[in-house]
T-cell receptor
Framework: DAKTTQPPSMDCAEGRAANLPCNHSTISGNEYVYWYRQIHSQGPQYIIHGLKNNETNEMASLIITEDRKSSTLILPHATLRDTAVYYCIVRAPTGGGNKLTFGTGTQLKVEL | DAGVIQSPRHEVTEMGQEVTLRCKPISGHNSLFWYRQTMMRGLELLIYFNNNVPIDDSGMPEDRFSAKMPNASFSTLKIQPSEPRDSAVYFC????????????FGSGTRLTVV
């Protein structure tokens, strides 16, 4: 699986958009970008994933650059409950059997 | 669906004792993963199963750790004998092999070995 690089921490004001970057310059053609988050003391939670097109769901939007070497997770209106560690993971989706390897992620702190 | 269910939520045991952690995956999911999380090492994959068969146990730290999945609805992670360095939060996750995404994690078991 391709390695990812994320900033260790970010701050965001409540109500503003939180933009979390991820670099994955060694990504292969069949590898997807996945985002998970972990709120303190809870298990990680799946947020969104994409291959090359931008994706949006009820939780967030995922913007992947044209060369696929980086991506940005966008929380459009961050709330205090979005304070968590956000993990960007790149892997090939071979039927879910492959292991999911977590890095150190970005600690997002949403403040009033 | 109740999600991935882990038990117990908290476990405190003395060094040298046997510890068994339990996991019930989401019904219909056929891939199950055991992770361990510590401050020092983050989230580490210990072992995973596809269709109840262990696929990769390279993350199991040593022979004191063992995992089983006797059927599609139950898995155990056993530590015997336990040591203080085993203290961590242990997570179980499941997904459907056909899905390719969306692992669902349990709430974890916080293990303290004194």
């Amino acid at each position: 699986d391709a390695k990812t690089t994320q900033p260790p921490s970010m701050d965001c004001a409540e109500g503003r958009a939180a933009n979390l970057p991820c670099n994955h310059s060694t990504i292969s053609g069949n590898e997807y970008v996945y985002w998970y988050r972990q709120i303190h003391s809870q298990g990680p939670q799946y947020i969104i994933h994409g291959l090359k097109n931008n994706e949006t769901n009820e939780m967030a939007s995922l913007i992947i650059t044209e060369d696929r070497k980086s991506s940005t997770l966008i929380l459009p209106h961050a709330t205090l409950r979005d304070t968590a560690v956000y993990y960007c993971i790149v892997r090939a989706p071979t039927g879910g059997g492959n292991k999911l390897t977590f890095g150190t992620g970005t600690q997002l702190k949403v403040e009033l | 669906d109740a999600g991935v269910i882990q038990s117990p939520r908290h476990e405190v045991t003395e060094m040298g004792q046997e510890v068994t952690l339990r996991c019930k995956p989401i019904s219909g999911h056929n891939s199950l993963f055991w992770y361990r999380q510590t401050m020092m090492r983050g989230l580490e994959l210990l072992i995973y199963f596809n269709n109840n068969v262990p696929i990769d146990d390279s993350g199991m730290p040593e022979d004191r750790f063992s995992a089983k999945m006797p059927n599609a609805s139950f898995s155990t992670l056993k530590i015997q004998p336990s040591e203080p360095r085993d203290s961590a939060v242990y997570f179980c996750a499941s997904t459907a092999l056909a899905a390719g995404y969306g692992y669902t994690f349990g709430s974890g078991t916080r293990l303290t070995v004194v």
